[in-house]
T-cell receptor, first 114, second 114 residues
Framework: DVKVTQSSRYLVKRTGEKVFLECVQDMDHENMFWYRQDPGLGLRLIYFSYDVKMKEKGDIPEGYSVSREKKERFSLILESASTNQTSMYLC?????????????FGPGTRLTVT | AQSVTQLDSQVPVFEEAPVELRCNYSSSVSVYLFWYVQYPNQGLQLLLKYLSGSTLVESINGFEAEFNKSQTSFHLRKPSVHISDTAEYFCAVRNNNAGNMLTFGGGTRLMVKP
């Protein structure tokens, strides 16, 4: 059974803190993604990675960075958390290539920045 | 650039009634189309997808969606809903030249009432 796990379901941080969100997949997928989900806006892509140490900016990368040191793990970093980064964060993974490969999602991390 | 519009943010419906969740997209190239479902406190799961061929695609739990190229739509329908269908539904598009990145609509919350 395919699985994408995220390190925390709920997280509360203070403004200015450095925040790490971790995602691990066990499907040997090359592609991994970080989205944020906000009411009425759907999912917006923050960053994605198509291989170890490779990354590309998505639609809303400002205020975020990522790290992919191992194929199965993709980390999202908020260098200095702000209240407007309060959101649900979803990680996903997929096979590579230009085919219509399904993305598999983790359960999400609900981050609150106070 | 491509975009996805889900015209209804919330759809309340009584159990056993039919439902249609609307999705329109814009893209200058041919696309793959997806519907994902998010049950409460869970990540997203693929419900169905259109790749090519027959314009009507079906899921295992009774949902179907029809790709209409002239109207650039991919509406989701079910002839008789159950309480367990209560969830948020996301339409997504991927142009088949864009690697594996998806563009999501804003989501439609389906609320099935007894």
């Amino acid at each position: 059974d395919v699985k994408v796990t995220q390190s925390s379901r709920y997280l509360v941080k203070r403004t200015g803190e450095k925040v790490f969100l971790e995602c691990v997949q066990d499907m040997d997928h090359e592609n991994m993604f970080w989205y944020r989900q906000d009411p009425g806006l759907g999912l917006r892509l923050i960053y994605f990675s198509y291989d170890v140490k490779m990354k590309e900016k998505g639609d809303i990368p400002e205020g975020y960075s990522v790290s992919r040191e191992k194929k199965e793990r993709f980390s999202l970093i908020l260098e200095s958390a702000s209240t407007n980064q309060t959101s649900m964060y979803l990680c996903a993974s997929s096979l590579p290539g230009t085919g219509p490969n399904e993305q598999y999602f983790g359960p999400g991390t609900r981050l609150t920045v106070t | 650039a491509q975009s996805v519009t889900q015209l209804d943010s919330q759809v309340p419906v009584f159990e056993e009634a039919p439902v249609e969740l609307r999705c329109n997209y814009s893209s200058s190239v041919s696309v793959y189309l997806f519907w994902y479902v998010q049950y409460p406190n869970q990540g997203l799961q693929l419900l169905l997808k259109y790749l090519s061929g027959s314009t009507l695609v079906e899921s295992i739990n009774g949902f179907e969606a029809e790709f209409n190229k002239s109207q650039t739509s991919f509406h989701l329908r079910k002839p008789s809903v159950h309480i367990s269908d209560t969830a948020e539904y996301f339409c997504a598009v991927r142009n088949n030249n864009a690697g594996n990145m998806l563009t999501f609509g804003g989501g439609t919350r389906l609320m099935v009432k007894p």
